[in-house]
């Protein structure tokens, strides 16, 4: 039996044409051969996904097994994790393609090896697209994640042992920004700057007292648990007063960015990392972005050969289709959504009598503290008796938090993966309802059972793009 069969071909019909654009009537047949019906709650999948399953069906049925439970786990849960999205049909399928067959060491017209006219082709169209959506004149799309990129833009901005002020990952940072078994914190002299003890924003004076007194070489701003808007100018000013280096990294805000819907770090940042699967809504990569090419040269050669081999020109193919669907209309909307879907879901969950750090959310997430609901809730209770009733979600210290890291007193909840689905405003009250209900049942069988059952159903209403 097969988890990703569906009940009935309206309900796939339908889900399907507004996501694909594809006349589903002439495949019909095809496609009951191969799905056929299994639960009330399954949800349809498109075309190929379903092709890929019946591929495996025959050539690997252990892994068709665990890709189908993912895809129905995916496809029947609420997914809250700030960082993760749901990539469209065509960005999904671009990843799975021949590209994946071929050695691409170097760049565009300078490749180490043989047969690399489309390579070419593609990563080309992928730095054009990105260049165009961020407003800046250089980027890399070959770094394979985040934290890559950022091992680049520091190999390219400093020498080993060079002074980096950055905010730590307790404080809403990232690893890779500075922690001590990191890259970052192994080869570089790492100062701090923290958030304000009592708003929990970031104190522009503060850190400009620090840079002064430390003299880091490079400063970053961006952040991992951060819900309220950067200035990047005024982290300019401060970089400039010390002779520092600005680096930015946008890895969760880059859609919101590249829309507008957040200010952009051009032209005040050196270099500006992201990755490419959080607000972006592309495959799961990196990109490093610069205006200036003295830099943009350097970052070139740390990524490969500095830090990298062959890339992966397969993502690279993904990331040129999520491009150019960034450079849609639609995904401003989109990103717009996002923000009204993040405020809603925090003036619930404080109306639930829940404390967001901050006070609220001018972006995509948001931080909030289990506490005042309830002084003996913690993260990590909470993480698993959402999952168990179908909301993922992760538990994230809040600023200042008594608890450690792998406890926390807090959760960080994000909007992009449900506004992908469609949820607006009204489905975020909904949402806090249900996140309510179980933290105060305390994973209760009878609660977080009859909770699993609604998500189920409402998920049905909300269908994935793949
Ligand atoms: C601010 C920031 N930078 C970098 C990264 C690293 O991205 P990746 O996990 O793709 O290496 C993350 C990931 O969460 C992040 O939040």
Redesign the pocket.
Known sequence: MRPWGVDSESMRFTAYEPWCGVDWGGHAATINRMTPATSAHATPLDELSQGLLAMLHEADPEVERILAAEADRQATTLELIA?ENHVSAAVMHAVGSWMTNKYAEGYPGKRYYGGCQFHDQVEDLARERAKKLFGCKFANVQPH????A?IAAFMALLNPGERVLSLPIKSGG?L?HGLKPNFSGTFYDIVEYGLDPKTELLDYDVIEKIALETKPRLIIC???AYSRVIDFARFRAIADKVGAFLMA?I??IAGLVATGVHPSPFPHAHVVTT?THKTLRGP?G?LILSNDEEIATKLDRKVFPGSQGGPLMHVIAGKAVAFGEALQPSFKTYSQQVVANAKALAAAMQAHGYRLCTGGTDNHLMLVDLRPRDPNLTGADAEKWLEAAGIIVNKNGIPNDPRPPMVTSGLRLGTPALTTRGLKEAEMKQVAAWLDRVMVGKGDAVVTAAVREEIRDFCGRFPLPH
Request: with cysteine; charged share 10%; hydrophobic share 10%.
């Open positions: 960082s994640c985040g934290a890559n950022n990232h890779s961006g952040y991992s990294d890895a969760h990755t799961r990196g």
